[in-house]
Structures are given as structure tokens and as C-alpha cells.
T-cell receptor, first 113, second 116 residues
Framework: KQEVTQIPAALSVPEGENLVLNCSFT??????LQWFRQDPGKGLTSLLL?????REQTSGRLNASLDKSSGRSTLYIAASQPGDSATYLC????????????FGDGTTLTVKP | DTEVTQTPKHLVMGMTNKKSLKCEQH?????MYWYKQKAKKPPELMFV???????INESVPSRFSPECPNSSLLNLHLHALQPEDSALYLC???????????????FGEGSRLTVL
């Protein structure tokens, strides 16, 4: 059974800092890994998706990396802004056509002005 | 169009009521999902539909009844719910896994359900 862990559970940083969020998973037989952002009471917004054959993806100030062999992914946020404050979730999709994704508990990020 | 639309946004129901949540997507995705999310917890998978057929049921109580009438629509019928069923219900869609498909999940904004 896939288990996904996110560290830290919460993070508070001053505006402008670069930061890294971590996601680890126990079963390396994955189809993809997806990073989401969730604002309170809202749905999940997809930030980046890394397929199992890829090592990293970039979008604007965001960079996600994937190391399947060690069961780890990181989300790097450059020059953080107060608008980045949200909960960040990683989800790992298993390597079958059934489409089941396992979520981590998330990291709640607060960026202070 | 990368939207998944869920209605209603908010629903309050009594334990004897029957109600439905609806989800719609027009991205041509053939996999659709229901997730349940409690406060400060990650989403929990409830059901997966693949090509309009139920492929995964995560041992969800029968008071939740999913339905996929066509490739664009997904319903969740609710009956005789308990107060502990109050949560944010999220719908998602994706391409099925397989060659050439990323399997990226797209979520709706959710339906906030309160059971009195």
C-alpha cells in the first residue's frame, strides 16, 4: 500500500524567501506525481505534474523534482509572496490504469508580508 | 476548457433527506472521481469511474450512491446520511492512464455538505 508523507506539516516564512516542500512515498512503482495548491474551503488547483519518466517540471516560480529510486519529490518556490499562502498537497498515482492517487497530508504555508 | 464544475456549492440536509451532488466536465476525460475531504485532512478517494463504469469503490457506505450517466457527468446520490458525513465533496477527472496520457487530475471547487 502506497504511503505518502509531507514534511514539514506547516511552514512560516517572510516574503521573498526561497523555500522547499518535501514529499516522500514508499512504493516507487508510480505513474505520476502531482503537486496541488488548496486555499481554505476551496478545491485543489494543479500546480505541476511529473510523469514517472521525468526528473523535474517548472512553471514560473515553481520547480518540482522527482527521484523515484529514493521515493522523494520536492517543490521549490522562489521569491515567495503572501499570495502563495495555502496548503500544498502532493499526490502519487499508482502504476495501473485504475487511476488511484494517494495524497500526503499537506504542508500549510504562510508567507508573511 | 480545463474546468470541472460542481453543483451545488453548499448543501444542508437532514438525516432523512435525499439529495444529489453533480459534477460535469467537457475535457473528454474518461475517468471521473469522487473524493471526500474533512477539515485539515487530505482528500480521501471514494469512487472511480472509468469509461462510465464503476472501477473502484473504496468501501464507501451504501448511503452514498454514485452514478455516471454519460462521459461528461458524474452524480453522487445521498440518502440517510449521518452528521459525520459533513465534509467537502470533491469531483475530479483525468485521462485514463496509459500510453500518451499524463493522467493529470483536475478538480472541481467542491460541494460543502452539512448534515444536521
Amino acid at each position: 500500500k502506497q504511503e505518502v508523507t509531507q514534511i514539514p506539516a506547516a511552514l512560516s516564512v517572510p516574503e521573498g524567501e526561497n523555500l522547499v516542500l518535501n514529499c516522500s512515498f514508499t512504493d516507487s512503482a508510480i505513474y505520476n506525481l502531482q503537486w496541488f495548491r488548496q486555499d481554505p474551503g476551496k478545491g485543489l488547483t494543479s500546480l505541476l505534474l511529473i510523469q514517472s519518466s521525468q526528473r523535474e517540471q517548472t512553471s514560473g516560480r515553481l520547480n518540482a523534482s522527482l527521484d523515484k529510486s529514493s521515493g522523494r519529490s520536492t517543490l521549490y518556490i522562489a521569491a515567495s509572496q503572501p499570495g502563495d499562502s495555502a496548503t500544498y498537497l502532493c499526490a502519487v498515482r499508482g502504476n495501473t490504469n485504475a487511476g488511484k492517487s494517494t495524497f500526503g497530508d499537506g504542508t500549510t504555508l504562510t508567507v508573511k508580508p | 476548457d480545463t474546468e470541472v464544475t460542481q453543483t451545488p456549492k453548499h448543501l444542508v440536509m437532514g438525516m432523512t433527506n435525499k439529495k444529489s451532488l453533480k459534477c460535469e466536465q467537457h475535457m473528454g476525460h474518461r475517468a471521473m472521481y469522487w473524493y471526500k475531504q474533512k477539515a485539515k485532512k487530505p482528500p480521501e478517494l471514494m469512487f472511480v469511474y472509468s469509461y462510465e463504469k464503476l472501477s473502484i469503490n473504496e468501501s464507501v457506505p451504501s448511503r452514498f450512491s454514485p452514478e455516471c450517466p454519460n462521459s461528461s457527468l458524474l452524480n453522487l446520490h445521498l440518502h440517510a446520511l449521518q452528521p459525520e458525513d459533513s465534509a467537502l465533496y470533491l469531483c475530479a477527472s483525468s485521462q485514463r492512464g496509459g500510453k500518451g496520457n499524463t493522467g493529470e487530475l483536475f478538480f472541481g471547487e467542491g460541494s460543502r455538505l452539512t448534515v444536521l
